[in-house]
């Protein structure tokens, strides 16, 4: 691996030398200009780190020669002190060249939609749903993001039949979009008289938020229809049909909104749900198209793909994709170490995406 990318360092050095005695033919066509200055721009971040990696090295193997030969002992000394700072910097900058090699995901610094549903468990599963749903909220009022409701279908023991967010911030996705896929409790329920464990799920799905300009939406494919909103058990909340239902014909989504008052406020929120899911399809193809790279990520993000489990008799929560375990599940619970699971996720992504790069 490291010979790969000491040849894609010197590939890109190459590249960038390329374009720039390109740029001085006087004779260049405009879209050619363009294209050119646009890919040296784009470039020459990572051209600066690799001079500043260079540099360090250099410096490493001037103090080493030194350390070694000098007939000084003082210096000799001075010199193997310099060599030891030295190397947590070359490390440093290893890294950072190594991360800037990476082809960025797009959709990384958007805002999302979290979709929160109860699986298989009854209300067990829906008292779990409610607490996962929680837990986000309030990891993202710790990370200062906003978390404004979409929907929220509660049970009358208090759980969560399905809730859904929009949650806006810097780099959201990015770090939300490793909770898709099932996520396992293990506890004994309150209802429990015997005090045997019960095993339950529910699934989480996560979103980059789409834009208008990124999906196009044509109003003849659309299904609206509006009716009551109705609570927990059917009783009504609303006496006025301001509930929409939204169908995309084309794909068969469906979305309903009815926690607003006014129908136009659900039928906005549906549409930027509506608009989320058509985009995350599309991503779903370009993902898949690139099967090969695929592999080589940490999980797929398949919403079937069992991906945690939280057991809360050994007070353990357990990440299947990096065989993470950590004993913290209160912490974990509101927020204050998931960061503790994500953060591993995002390395290990990094190193396997670095390996499918310089593969």
Do not use: C
């Not at 971040?45 to 990696?53: C, D, F, N, T």
């Not at 509930?243 to 995309?248: F, L, M, P, S």
Request: charged share 30%; net charge negative.
């Amino acid at each position: 691996m490291e010979a790969a990318f000491e040849l894609r360092l010197d590939e890109i050095l190459r590249r960038h030398k390329e374009i720039g005695d390109a740029l001085q033919n006087p004779f260049l066509a405009a879209q050619q200009l363009a294209g050119l200055a646009k890919e040296l721009k784009d470039l020459d971040p990572i051209v600066k780190e690799i001079a500043l990696l260079y540099r360090a090295r250099e410096e490493s193997a001037s103090l080493a020669e030194m350390a070694k030969s000098g007939e000084d002992m003082e210096l000799r000394e001075l010199a193997l002190a310099e060599l030891e700072a030295l190397r947590g910097e070359l490390s440093s900058l290893e890294r950072r060249v190594k991360l800037a090699l990476l082809p960025k995901d797009r959709d990384d610094e958007r805002g999302a939609i979290l979709e929160v549903r109860a699986g298989t468990g009854g209300e067990e599963a829906a008292l779990f749903a409610a607490a996962l749903f929680r837990m986000y909220q309030r990891y993202a009022a710790l990370r200062g993001w906003r978390f404004e409701l979409l929907h929220y279908s509660e049970t009358p023991l208090a759980g969560a039949k399905e809730a859904s967010a929009l949650v806006s911030g810097r780099g959201v996705f990015a770090r939300l979009k490793f909770e898709s896929g099932v996520h396992r409790v293990q506890r004994v329920p309150e209802t429990e008289a015997q005090g045997r464990i019960h095993t339950s799920a529910a699934t989480v799905a996560v979103l980059p938020e789409a834009e208008e300009v990124d999906v196009r939406i044509d109003e003849k494919d659309l299904r609206i229809d509006v009716f009551r909103a109705s609570g927990p058990g059917g009783q009504s909340v609303n006496t006025t049909d301001s509930a929409v239902r939204i169908t995309h014909l084309p794909s068969g989504i469906v979305v309903i909104q009815q926690d607003e008052k006014s129908q136009h406020k659900n039928k906005a929120k549906a549409l930027k749900v509506l608009r989320s899911r058509l985009y995350e399809a599309e991503r779903e193809a370009r993902e898949a198209a690139r099967a090969a790279e695929r592999k080589s990520q940490v999980g797929s993000g398949d919403r079937s793909q069992r991906i945690r489990t939280y057991n809360f008799p050994q007070g353990r929560v357990s990440d299947h994709r990096i065989d993470l375990t950590l004993y913290k599940i209160e912490k974990v619970m509101s927020g204050e170490a998931l960061d503790e699971i994500i953060d591993p996720l995002l390395a290990a992504e990094e190193a396997a995406r670095l390996a499918a790069a310089l593969a």
